[in-house]
Nanobody, 115 residues
Framework: QVQLVESGGGSVQSGGSLRLSCEASGRRISVSAMAWHRQAPGKERELVGTITWGGDTNYSDSVKGRFAISRDKIKNTVYLNMNSLKPEDTAVYYC?????????WGKGTLVTVSS
């Protein structure tokens, strides 16, 4: 059974930084891509960025230049480095993984940015 577990959320002041992690675990899994999404209070879930296991990344315009996604293929872990955080980045951040053509979601981790 595949499990995704996010960690690293918390509270930070505007302009600060946080690093989120998401580890995919399961028996003989083969990750092809992972992504970060977020959902702010009262809003729909939105894509933050994606990374293929080959290392190609894409970001939403709202985080481009401030956030960076990386991955550790051996640990089946993806990271989201968030810099220059703004209050509007406040959200629950979810990771998603595509494994053998199936998408799996984590339960999310809360990031709160205060002004």
């Amino acid at each position: 059974q595949v499990q995704l577990v996010e960690s690293g959320g918390g509270s930070v002041q505007s302009g600060g930084s946080l690093r989120l992690s998401c580890e995919a675990s399961g028996r003989r899994i083969s990750v092809s891509a992972m992504a970060w999404h977020r959902q702010a209070p009262g809003k729909e879930r939105e894509l933050v960025g994606t990374i293929t296991w080959g290392g190609d990344t894409n970001y939403s315009d709202s985080v481009k230049g401030r956030f960076a996604i990386s991955r550790d293929k051996i640990k089946n872990t993806v990271y989201l480095n968030m810099n220059s955080l703004k209050p509007e980045d406040t959200a629950v951040y979810y990771c998603k993984a595509r494994i053998f053509g199936v998408e799996y979601w984590g339960k999310g981790t809360l990031v709160t940015v205060s002004s």
